[in-house]
């Protein structure tokens, strides 16, 4: 069974690095990384292009700016691997991912998603480890309307193993015309072909908040991205019956 993970990456310079050291350590398990660079105006994509000269499971796309859902649209479409991980640039992966990871690949069949538990790191360095709630005699609907609707912890796509083969025969997409929420209607659309879920307890995954991000933006294209994404979310609910 083999991992893609799937960076994009835009003018990260700073921690593109810590990123991909992250990755590289892993070592029983087969792997392949594609970074997109999409159209990084510093020096992303050189740091980029040196990990890739280095260690030849790093592949590094460089493409015009067209946003994130174009990048990892690529990533997908030049993607090996049985499973998928999508990580961004300034996240990394924990010191015992390759264990958990190793687990969740062995679970992979018939439409299978796997979500971690993840620990949210601010700059002046504290930091919110968020587990997974329990989900202990929930049945399966029960869990998608637990993780999607009160959680919320399957409305972004990073740290969440998926299978590739339910993405390709269903031809699933991030929408390129989103600016917020693409990554919950990817993983809502998903969930449409999904037939198990494998909670994890444990934190793969440490994610750098910086106040920057998409989920800080505000404005009318937010709303209307938001008001896709609420209905993206109840077709997917109403799938389940």
């Known amino acids: 069974m083999k991992l893609s993970i799937i960076v994009p990456l835009y003018n990260n310079e700073q921690y593109i690095g810590r990123c991909l050291d992250s990755i590289i350590r892993m070592n029983q398990i087969d792997w392949e990384c594609i970074v997109v660079d999409d159209g990084s105006d510093d020096g992303s994509g050189k740091v980029a292009d ?46 015992k991912a390759e264990e958990y990871i190793k687990e969740a690949l062995i679970k992979i069949k018939n439409g299978t998603i796997t979500v971690f538990g993840h620990v949210k790191v601010r700059e002046d360095g504290s930091r919110n480890i968020r587990p997974m709630p329990d989900l202990t005699g929930l049945n399966y609907n029960e869990i998608i309307r637990e993780l999607t609707v009160k959680s919320q912890r399957l409305n972004n796509c990073w740290g969440i193993i998926l299978e590739k083969s339910v993405i390709d025969e269903n031809r699933i997409a991030f929408d390129t015309n989103m600016k917020v ?47 896709k994404c609420f209905i993206k979310r109840k077709e997917m609910l109403h799938s389940l019956n």
């Open 181 to 227: 929420a693409e990554d919950a209607c990817f993983i809502f659309e998903y969930l449409k072909h999904c037939h198990a879920i494998c909670a994890s307890s444990n934190i793969l995954i440490a994610y750098w908040d910086n106040g920057n991000g998409a989920m800080h933006r505000t404005g009318i294209e937010t709303i209307r991205d938001d008001e």
């Open 50 to 95: 040196d990990y890739a000269v280095s260690d030849n499971r790093i592949k590094c796309i460089h493409t015009l700016n067209g946003g994130v859902s174009k990048a990892r649209n690529i990533g997908i479409k030049e993607a090996t691997g049985n499973a998928l991980l999508f990580l961004d640039s300034d996240d990394w992966l924990m010191e």
